[in-house]
């Protein structure tokens, strides 16, 4: 359980206007902090199986709500997964990457297709003349 400086101070970086506290960005926040207090008391009660499970809860509800978030607003669910530094926004960078890249390889076969073609076409007229 967080204590209410700390939640008043999450709340205040993740609310989208002034009187903000149950907005999906706040309480994902909220959630993320209570998991990483959670999963540091499991780490030295591994036997505690009710926080465990209380655990799973939490992460059951910050996944409902990351959902949401992403299928409302992509743009504020990438901001949230990066600051928060979510395994997801790492997940999200790689796919970004790798879609670059695929790019980039594209551009550039492209572009020896086109030489090649254009090579090709003054052989011909280089025949013709």
Same mark, same amino acid.
């Given at each position: 359980?967080?204590?209410?400086?700390?939640?008043? @101070?999450?709340?205040?970086?993740?609310? $989208?206007h002034? !009187?903000? $506290?149950?907005?999906?960005q706040?309480?994902?926040?909220?959630?993320?902090?209570?998991?990483?207090?959670? $999963?540091?008391?499991?780490?030295?009660?591994?036997?505690?199986?009710?926080?465990?499970?209380?655990? =799973?809860?939490?992460?059951?509800? @910050?996944?409902?709500? =990351?959902?949401?978030?992403q299928?409302?607003?992509?743009?504020?669910?990438?901001?949230?997964?990066?600051?928060?530094?979510?395994?997801?926004?790492?997940?999200? !960078?790689?796919?970004?990457?790798?879609?670059?890249?695929?790019?980039? =390889?594209?551009?550039?076969?492209?572009?020896?297709k086109?030489?090649?073609?254009?090579?090709? !076409?003054?052989?011909?007229?280089?025949?013709?003349?």
């Amino acid at each position: 359980m967080l204590d209410k400086k700390k939640k008043r @101070r999450i709340i205040k970086k993740f609310q $989208t206007h002034k !009187n903000d $506290t149950g907005s999906p960005q706040v309480q994902t926040a909220i959630l993320t902090e209570e998991i990483r207090d959670l $999963t540091s008391h499991l780490q030295e009660h591994r036997k505690d199986h009710s926080s465990r499970r209380g655990l =799973l809860k939490k992460l059951g509800e @910050r996944r409902k709500l =990351l959902k949401y978030l992403q299928k409302e607003d992509e743009k504020a669910f990438k901001i949230l997964a990066i600051t928060l530094k979510l395994k997801i926004a790492k997940k999200m !960078n790689e796919e970004k990457e790798k879609e670059e890249k695929l790019v980039k =390889l594209a551009e550039e076969s492209m572009k020896e297709k086109e030489e090649a073609e254009a090579a090709e !076409n003054k052989e011909k007229e280089g025949e013709t003349k």
